[in-house]
């Protein structure tokens, strides 16, 4: 008789222990950010680590928007935020070595942050080639950011845009003609090409025959470094159209956090192998042969694609080394500065709009389309920074029937209201994406790298919206700017790489 008793007693037990056990279970400390669950499945993605945080708060303009120090600190983003855990080493007598990309400023930075990108994660030194003339900036058609009549010829390196101060302190950098000097002997370099120019004040400084002796120099040298990497095997044919690079090694990604297939795409995944990390040098020969292809020899990519990292610690301490060392001139947000505070941080709408050296004409629509594509996310008589290339004054007449225009000439030049402050022609540009990163809104260009860039300044300087919109493209009120685009597509930056930090 007491039987069914003791067997339902037993039950009654077994159900309060199951209890128990699914409550601790659902306690249970989760694991440690930064690092994936030991068991997760391919697919998911383990929640970033904590930010390190040396003391530093974002910059606060809500309250004051026209504080110019203020807005100064907050557009200058590097100087805040988490900070990268320790510094990259690197080897001295290592090198990476690169031609640069044969389009203008933007390609070429698009470009430079890829050779930055594998010198860090490889350790090596970043060896800049010779200073030489950048298109639509000291050589090619200009619409504007003109040189004067009967100025001398130009020329321009990295410095000329890059704080590589900063950038040093995470990638050791040197010239040319100083990896020439460490290594002519170890590499047998031609006596011919040692003299190459150095900094484009030598080249200021210079008399046409000492400038013509340069040229033939880096022509001379570009062609001995084709055929010397070409015979070591160290050419890099890792067009980011058609690669992805996995760090540290493809097996290790592949083990412990293989992306997924949306990342790749159909990129081949490509390692810094042994065989290349014992040679003395890998060199980057852009636009050898197709100058309009990404797949072999142009290394054009919204940099946070091109890699695919086996931790996500390691994706995000690049993010941060990107953030923080590989920016604009501090100059350029200061000057830019002066624009945002006058016209209040996050107050004004911008837009970039191209309309003369882009050879996507579809991306030009008239004056009329740009304001209809985007006037259902604005405020009538609210404030519109234009940056633009349209030479033509009443071209944006119809903006100025219901809005406030401004633009370039309304704050700099003989009569702007920053008259006095001289500007260096080649970062007009570069100030305008600073100025239009701190806009509460922002629409590009489509097709447009210069455009794309200022969406990731707004992602770094962290603006109160950095969706996706142009004015080139129509944008509904309840649009969010956030569409699905393949990483290969070199108009877009993926959000994490602002989002992760």
């Known amino acids: 008789m007491n039987r069914p008793v003791v067997g339902m007693a037993s039950l009654v037990v077994s159900i309060i222990l199951l209890y128990v056990m699914c409550v601790l279970h659902a306690y249970a400390p989760a694991p440690k950010a930064g690092f994936p669950p030991s068991k997760s499945p391919p697919s998911s993605r383990p929640t970033p680590p904590e930010p390190v945080v040396l003391n530093r708060k974002v910059p606060d303009v809500a309250k004051s928007p026209h504080d110019l120090q203020l807005v100064e600190r907050r557009m200058k983003y590097w100087s805040w935020g988490p900070e990268l855990e320790g510094k990259s080493g690197s080897h001295p007598r290592k090198y990476i070595l690169f031609k640069r ?6 390609n070429i930075r698009m470009a430079f942050e890829v050779f930055v990108t594998v010198a860090y994660l490889t350790k090596r030194t970043l060896v800049l080639p010779p200073p030489e003339g950048w298109y639509l900036i000291d050589t090619g058609p200009f619409a504007r950011m003109k040189p004067k009549p009967g100025e001398k010829s130009t020329v321009s390196d990295e410095a000329t845009f890059f704080d590589m101060g900063d950038m040093s302190k995470q990638v050791h950098v040197i010239s040319m003609k100083r990896f020439m000097e460490l290594e002519k002997e170890n590499l047998k370099i031609p006596s011919e090409i040692h003299d190459v120019l150095q900094t484009p004040e030598e080249w200021n400084g210079a008399d046409s025959r000492h400038q013509g002796h340069w040229w033939d120099a880096q022509k001379k040298m570009e062609k001995w470094l084709l055929e010397d990497s070409t015979r070591r095997q160290v050419a890099l044919q890792w067009g980011t159209g058609g690669h992805i690079m996995y760090y540290p090694s493809i097996s290790e990604v ?4 293989p992306p997924n297939q949306r990342l790749i ?13 014992k040679q003395t040098y890998a060199y980057f020969p852009s636009c050898m042969k197709d100058e309009g292809s990404t797949q072999e020899w142009r290394y054009l990519a919204q940099v946070g694609s091109f890699v695919a990292f086996s931790t ?3 994706e995000v301490q690049f993010h941060r080394m990107l953030r923080n060392h590989v920016h604009l001139l501090p100059s350029v947000f200061e000057i830019a500065a002066r624009v945002v505070a006058d016209l209040g941080a996050f107050n004004y709408v911008a837009a970039h709009v191209r309309r003369n050296e882009l050879q996507y004409k579809n991306s030009f629509k008239s004056a009329q389309e740009s304001l209809k594509n985007i006037e259902s996310k604005l405020t009538k008589g609210e404030t519109i920074y234009i940056a633009t290339d349209e030479v033509k004054e009443d071209f944006f007449d119809v903006f100025r029937e219901n809005y406030k225009v401004v633009q370039w000439k309304d ?3 003989p009569t702007g209201k920053f008259k006095d402050i001289k500007i260096d022609r080649k970062h007009e540009g570069l100030i305008e994406m600073a100025i239009c990163s701190m806009g509460r809104i922002f629409f590009g260009t ?4 210069f455009s794309a860039y200022i969406r990731r300044l707004r992602g770094y300087v962290k603006a109160p919206n950095t969706g996706l919109f142009q004015h080139s493209n129509y944008n509904s009120a309840n649009d969010e700017g956030k569409p699905m685009v393949p990483p290969t597509d070199i108009f877009h ?9």
């Open 101 to 106: 990309d044969c389009g203008g400023f933007n």
């Open 254 to 257: 592949k083990s412990k956090l």
């Open 265 to 277: 795409g159909f990129r081949k995944p490509v390692e810094f192998h042994e065989g290349l990390q």
């Open 312 to 314: 996500l610690r390691d």
């Open 411 to 413: 704050y700099f030049g």
């Open 446 to 449: 489509s097709l447009s790298t």
């Open 493 to 501: 930056d993926e959000p994490d790489i602002w989002e992760e930090l």
